[in-house]
């Protein structure tokens, strides 16, 4: 399975951005039995985790700073995965990295969950 994070760009505080995240794999059944999720790094720090979503959508959670404001969903037929970022604040920026489950079993939440890792999205956010 190949992931490829898009979507990403500058804006202000308190804009909105959707982020897009395109999976690529030769059995697209194997996808749609995946949960996925979002993780970011900013300069410096560790990279951490900010939302996933179980293999039929019927599952998300999220990071206590970006909930209420961040939307995961997940398009299987699409082999998609996006993620709408709403209200950016400057403590949002960072690069933003899609994940795949594959077929391991776990919280959302946890990065050992996830073996599929797609190259960041840069999301800046700047007055």
């Known amino acids: 399975v190949q992931l490829q994070a898009s979507g990403g760009g500058l804006v202000q505080p308190g804009d909105s951005l959707r982020i897009s995240c395109a999976a690529s794999?030769?059995?697209?059944?194997?996808?749609?039995?995946?949960?996925m999720g979002w993780f970011r790094q900013a300069p410096g720090k560790d990279r951490e985790f900010v939302a996933g979503?179980?293999?039929?959508?019927?599952?998300?959670y999220y990071r206590d700073t970006v909930r209420g404001r961040f939307v995961i969903s997940k398009d299987n037929a699409k082999q998609a995965l996006y993620l709408e970022l709403n209200r950016l604040n400057l403590d949002d920026s960072a690069i933003y990295f899609c994940?795949?489950?594959?077929?391991?079993?776990?919280?959302?939440?946890?990065?050992?969950?996830?073996?599929?890792w797609g190259q960041g999205t840069q999301v800046t956010v700047s007055s």
């Open positions: 794999s030769a059995s697209g059944d194997a996808f749609n039995g995946f949960a």
């Open positions: 994940a795949a489950s594959g077929p391991r079993m776990g919280p959302l939440n946890s990065r050992s969950l996830y073996i599929y």
């Open positions: 979503i179980s293999w039929n959508g019927g599952t998300t």
